[in-house]
């Protein structure tokens, strides 16, 4: 962790976006006082906690791995902690049943956590965290022991739970489609250090480096070299002699630069689809049906390789492995950023 | 190329059934991926096809073969688990030739096939670093670098990618189906994640509760599902309960909450008017429509939430009549012009609507994932 500074507001769901190694978990676990900072300040309601040990924070850190106890129901896995905070029996038990009610899982109170399948001891861990009333949830992968399909399913539960019962929520996960889908705001951590925070619209749409460009959503990377500029636009020369038309003008002529556009706003054509965009020929290499997409890998006649992501209902049956064709995009889709010292495959390498 | 043929294969732990009666083959030179919730017997069948597992009753042949009776290191085949179990004191490339050293191939022998290898899989570079130097993903393609260099035409792949980053996983996929198609190998994959099968099987096969649900290429099983639980499992999708109206030539008219909807008739689907019946609509097939035109297939309703999924924007919306539709629009770059509160209509394309007979037990049981 290096210089990290940032804030969470009351009522806001943050995730923390970072591959493994990143320092994402250490994140959390400095917030939840369970290790110390060497530098810096950590403040909860504008309280310094520094030097206040974790039960002591108001906060609650729910582990990756949650180890429910098993000789005890559903309920008493609950209960537990508002026991230990001396909370009397029948209110611990009310609290608990509440908080299973928020996870839909207060038919199986009386259950004992083999009986439950993974998502359910998943939900189970998560109303043992709420039931002590904390208004500040830590999350480290909270759906990351989960199948991707019920994954998809639990996301949109954790936020409606946490928006229903007014928590502050930090979640730290690698999976961008989960960060992008439950977020207020995202951080991007790397290494250490925070890449950029902000909302997952802006995250997305404008990625502050090439890092955040190629983590966060599926991105086309061509190198080149600024050839020509005037106010509107810069003209980049691309390998092979080829060029196109870029919206940035913050690079000067000759400098050497990455040109990014995302993978659906790269078109296909079986003909040249005409003026007012950057129009490069080739080849179909792969074809890949994602559901709901369908991608396409295209050599280029420089011999790079970009990628076309499109909606499965226009492009179906329309290319096959080895048909000749056009791929397109504005220059207004494109994002330009500086050569990177080591290159552009280290740059983009997150771990 | 081997090829592999179940029949009738069974296996119970204690009380639990984790495959009923399964039968299929794989075909020589295919990727096949096999999916399912927690708990459907996919980790079990392909343990049944290396061997690790002893089936109660069936047959398993590869190549024709019996190989029922034979023990794991009698198959030939090669298999990849999630959990990587890399020498830790060994590099690279001696943990790829590992295999080949226990056959007792000499030094030479062994250098061209590791090399090769390692080119396949661009880790030539990284050949001297130890596993701890490596990235998750640099670890997991020695692990498949080792089990290829063992020379298994089979390979038997467990969650492969399951320990890695969502992103990592996204680019060693591709890697993986490129270097099987190359050294021509069979390959059975089992992984619950739908988007990493839909992209690099050549056919899927859908498991629920030991029983294989469904067979099929990924396009066929998406856009055309048979089944229910296909439907539910690979994708998202909107599923309404409904009253069959009647049929008339190639269309099946239903009642869903008080509005007619027009629906592609299913020749293997004998319906009958009265009959209960679900229909299921992925959210990216649902359309916006503008203006206050009726049209057919279209619904008027409210926009209820939204969310940003990057690429697309997803939207909840309430019709007039009671359903709940998801609805996915594609949305680069651009400030939506939707937003909760509107008013909206909502168009179901008849070609891209699916029906299916109501499932006895209940939708909600049908579509359970635990």
Same mark, same amino acid.
């Given at each position: ?36 900072? +060497? ?22 850190? %729910? ?83 989960? #199948?991707?399909?019920? @994954?998809?399913?639990? @996301? !949109?539960?954790?936020? @409606? ?22 977020? #207020?705001?995202?951080? %991007? ?19 502050? +480096? ?6 966060? !959503? ?11 500029? +005037? ?38 054509? !079986? ?31 420089? !011999? ?48 | *190329? ?7 294969? &069974? ?10 009666d399964v039968s299929l ?6 990727? /096949?991926?096999i999916?399912?919730? =927690?708990?459907?017997g996919? &980790?079990?069948l ?13 047959? &398993? ?27 830790? $004191? ?6 790829? =030739? ?23 899989? =661009? *880790? ?17 393609? &020695? ?10 035409? /089979? ?50 096969i859908v498991m629920k509760?030991?029983r294989v649900v469904e067979v ?73 429509? $503008? ?35 998801? *609805? ?23 070609? $891209? ?18």
């Open positions: 962790m290096e210089d990290v500074t940032f804030e969470v507001k009351d009522g806001e769901y943050i995730c923390v976006l970072g591959s493994t190694g990143s320092g994402k978990t250490t994140l959390l676990r400095l917030i939840a006082g369970i290790i110390k900072p +060497n530098e810096g300040e950590i403040f909860i309601e504008d309280k310094m906690v520094n030097d206040i040990p974790a039960e002591e924070r108001n906060a609650v850190y %729910v582990p990756q791995t949650y180890a429910l106890f098993p000789h005890m129901t559903i309920l008493e896995n609950v209960m537990f902690g508002p026991m230990a905070r001396q909370v009397p029996t029948k209110e611990a038990s009310e609290a608990a049943m509440r908080v299973l009610k928020l996870v839909r899982l207060d038919h199986r109170a009386d259950a004992f956590p083999n009986e439950l399948s993974g998502g359910m001891q998943q939900r189970v861990a998560l109303a043992r965290g709420l039931a002590p009333g904390f208004k500040l949830l830590l999350l480290d992968e909270p759906l990351g022991a989960l #199948d991707a399909r019920l @994954r998809l399913e639990l @996301r !949109g539960e954790l936020r @409606r739970l946490a928006k229903e019962s007014g928590l502050t929520v930090i979640h730290v996960t690698h999976d961008q489609e989960e960060a992008m889908t439950v977020a #207020d705001r995202i951080l %991007v951590l790397r290494m250490g250090r925070v890449q950029q925070h902000g909302t997952p619209f802006h995250v997305y749409n404008r990625p502050e +480096n090439l890092f955040v460009a190629n983590f966060v !959503g599926r991105t086309n990377f061509l190198e080149g070299i600024v050839e020509a500029r +005037n106010r509107e636009k810069s003209t980049v020369k691309i390998r092979g002699n080829l060029s196109v038309d870029v919206a940035d003008t913050s690079h000067e002529d000759e400098e050497d630069v990455i040109v990014a556009v995302r993978e659906e706003n790269t078109f296909l054509t !079986g003909d040249d689809p005409g003026e007012g965009r950057n129009v490069l020929d080739g080849e179909v290499t792969q074809v890949y049906f994602l559901g709901a997409y369908i991608r396409l890998e295209v050599r280029l006649r420089n !011999g790079d390789i970009v990628s076309s992501l499109m909606p499965t209902d226009i492009l179906l049956g329309k290319f096959r492995v080895g048909d000749r064709v056009w791929v397109s995009f504005y220059p207004r889709s494109t994002l330009v950023y500086d050569y990177p010292t080591l290159g552009l495959r280290h740059e983009l390498e997150a771990y | *190329m081997p090829e592999v043929r179940l029949e009738k294969v &069974t296996k119970t732990y204690g009380k639990i059934t984790a495959l009923r083959e794989i075909h020589s030179g295919e990727y /096949l991926c999916v399912g919730p =927690s708990g459907c996919k &980790t079990t392909i343990k049944s096809i290396a061997g690790i597992v002893q089936p109660d009753s069936g047959e &398993t042949y590869i190549d024709g073969r019996s190989v029922t009776p034979l023990p794991v290191e009698d198959r030939g085949t090669g298999y990849v688990f999630q959990e990587i179990a890399l020498f830790p $004191h060994m590099n690279v490339y001696d943990n790829v =030739s590992y295999g080949l050293m226990v056959k007792g191939e000499s030094v030479d022998g062994r250098r061209g096939t590791v090399t090769e290898m390692l080119d396949m899989l =661009s *880790m030539r570079e990284s050949s001297k670093f130890l596993p701890s130097e490596l990235s998750g993903g640099a670890r997991q393609k &020695t692990a498949i670098a080792r089990t290829l260099a063992s020379g298994s035409t /089979l390979l038997l792949l467990d969650e492969p990618l399951g320990a890695l980053d969502f992103k990592v996983r996204t680019v060693i996929r591709y890697e993986l189906k490129r270097l099987v198609k190359e050294l021509g190998l069979t390959a059975v994959h089992v992984t619950h994640d739908q988007e990493e099968a839909l992209s690099v099987a050549d056919r899927i509760a030991g099929g290429p990924p396009d066929e099983l998406y856009l055309n599902p048979r089944n229910l639980f296909t439907a539910k499992f690979l994708g998202e999708a909107n599923f309404f309960a409904c009253k069959v109206l009647g049929l008339a030539g190639k269309t099946c008219r239903v009642d869903a909450g008080g509005a007619a909807l027009s629906i592609k008739r299913r020749e293997d689907l004998d319906l009958k008017p009265g009959e209960d019946c679900v229909v299921a609509i992925r959210p990216e097939f649902v359309k916006p429509v $503008h203006g206050r035109r009726s049209r057919a297939n279209t619904l008027q309703g409210t926009v209820r939430e939204e969310s940003f999924l990057g690429d697309a924007r997803s939207y909840g919306v309430e019709t007039l009549n009671g359903l709940k539709a998801q *609805m996915k629009v594609p949305a680069p770059e651009e400030e939506p012009d939707i937003r909760v509160g509107d008013e909206v209509s909502i168009m179901l394309p008849e070609e $891209h609507m699916l029906i299916y007979r109501y499932p006895p037990e209940g939708l909600e049981k049908e579509l359970a994932l635990e």
